[in-house]
């Protein structure tokens, strides 16, 4: 019973095939939350894959039907050695976006778990179904290293609606409080900064979404016999648009920023790139805010977006002054500033450069998840940090807080728990687009990871306990 037969018990899931064989069945089954019709494959996932295999590790499990009614169910799991040990708390969703058929290569299908050469290929093999899956599957190999105990308890969360924005994740954790009171969450979601560095991820931004609309009148009106006597809402929206951000993508109304980047998130980010590789796009460097690291820009900054855009008929344009323009816009923010200051924010500083024309909108444009953000210097990252370097023999990037967002609000926040997220993706995955697929050396580097995580926290005192 070694740590390091632990670690290579569970790269022999990839290489000797059972990793593959669980992740077939588990891609086949089509649980893309978008579709209204998925709602028995959301189901079956859990009661028919998931939960069937836990029971086998000792586990016992229960559905929870979405206290909101919006969304799929919640499998909650656990694992008591023994109530006085520490527990783990770790999550996932089994629910993927649409399949987008028609958009796959030649011989490649959503639903058909193929691998050629170095990528395996299938909905859901990174996002999320084939990270939890590894996670899970590492932690048993390290059980069974280690005589059939962990050293520790451990409880699962899997979701089915996270990529319909997580309806009802928030009454779960606030309903089954008692059956989700762990320690610490560790999970794996999202991908790597770059693909041969690990990383750690603390917690993750927050995304308000709102609209900006000018309307002045019902219908259009002839742009040689009105125009120059009507007001242009296009015109005038993009003007206020102007007020708030710049041409490079600075953000003029300071109140929807920071006031400094906190010294801990600066240092953590020194260490950290930010790199699409060849599958992802060319980062313009001159975009975004002024002095600050590509790193910083995205993870340690505020940003102002505007989604899309709309005036008159953009498919069919027709000589006529339009009637109204509106703009989806978005704010991805960090915890330095209250996310309920920035609406009212935005509609002070229109009204005082006169854009009172300009209405500010709050909407629920998917998911609202609130940000959040773990010290990097603190115990848990570098224990986690530590392990991650002796089973790789590199040092990971500590990221405080992801880019983009997960319910991690519902984890740090409603249960208290300091968060990290391992991720065994890359960037240039395509987990959201045709082609989707993991890369095989990152497939057993991860595998290695978590066993290595999971048998390293039965060795050693846990922070706070």
């Known amino acids: 019973m070694t740590r390091e037969a632990a670690v290579a018990a569970a790269r022999a899931l990839l290489e000797d095939g059972p990793y593959l064989e669980v992740m077939a069945r588990r891609v086949a089954i089509p649980t893309a939350s978008q579709d209204p019709a998925s709602a028995p494959h959301l189901l079956a996932y859990l009661a028919e894959e998931i939960l069937p295999d836990l029971e086998r590790q000792g586990f016992t499990g229960r559905i ?21 040990l520490p527990t783990l708390l770790t999550y996932g969703h089994g629910d993927t976006v649409l399949g987008l058929d028609a958009g796959w290569e030649e011989v490649l299908a959503p639903w058909v778990l193929t691998r050629r050469g170095e990528r395996i290929y299938g909905r859901g093999i990174v996002d999320n ?45 606030q309903q089954q409080r008692d059956l989700l009171k762990a320690d610490v969450l560790i999970a794996s979601d999202g991908p790597r900064l770059v693909p041969d560095v690990p990383t750690l991820t603390l917690g993750t931004r927050g995304a308000l979404g709102f609209d900006l609309r000018v309307k002045y009148r019902e219908g259009g009106h002839h742009s040689g016999n009105w125009g120059g006597l009507l007001a242009n809402p296009g015109i005038r929206l993009a003007h206020a648009i102007a007020s708030l951000v710049g041409p490079t993508g600075e953000v003029l109304l300071r109140d929807l920023v920071p006031e400094r980047i906190p010294d801990n998130v600066r240092r953590a980010l020194a260490d950290c790139r930010v790199d699409g590789g060849s599958d992802g796009p060319e980062i313009n460097a001159w975009w975004g805010e002024p002095g600050l690291s590509a790193a910083e820009k995205v993870f340690g900054w505020n940003t102002f977006e505007v989604l899309a855009y709309s005036t008159g008929n953009p498919s069919a344009p027709v000589n006529a002054v339009p009637p109204e323009a509106f703009a989806r816009c978005q704010i991805r923010y ?14 002070r500083h229109l009204d005082a450069q006169g854009f009172t024309d300009v209405a500010v909108q709050p909407v629920k444009a998917g998911a609202e998840w ?17 392990s991650v370097r002796r089973t790789t023999g590199k040092a990971p990037m500590i990221v405080p807080n992801a880019g983009g967002s997960l319910p ?9 728990l300091p968060t990290i997220y391992i991720p065994h993706s890359y960037s240039g995955c395509s987990q959201h687009a045709p082609n ?16 290595g995580v999971f048998w390293d926290l039965g ?4 922070p706070g306990r």
């Open 64 to 84: 929870f039907e979405n206290p909101t009614g919006k969304g799929g169910p919640f499998l909650i799991a656990r694992r008591i050695e023994d109530p006085s």
């Open 129 to 173: 179904k084939g990270q939890h899956t590894g996670n899970l599957m590492a932690m048993e190999a390290v059980r069974q290293q280690r005589g059939g105990r962990l050293g520790y308890n451990v409880t699962l969360l899997l979701e089915m609606s996270e990529e319909v924005g997580s309806p009802g994740i928030e009454e779960i954790c």
């Open 334 to 347: 960090t915890v330095d500033r209250d996310v309920e200051t920035f609406l009212p924010a935005i509609r």
């Open 370 to 386: 609130k940000a959040t953000r773990m010290d990097p210097d603190g115990p848990w990252p570098r224990l986690v940090a530590e």
């Open 408 to 416: 991690n609000d519902s984890f740090a926040v409603t249960l208290g």
């Open 436 to 451: 989707e697929h993991a890369l095989y050396p990152l497939v057993r580097e991860g595998l290695e990871i978590a066993a």
């Open 459 to 462: 060795e050693m005192p846990w």
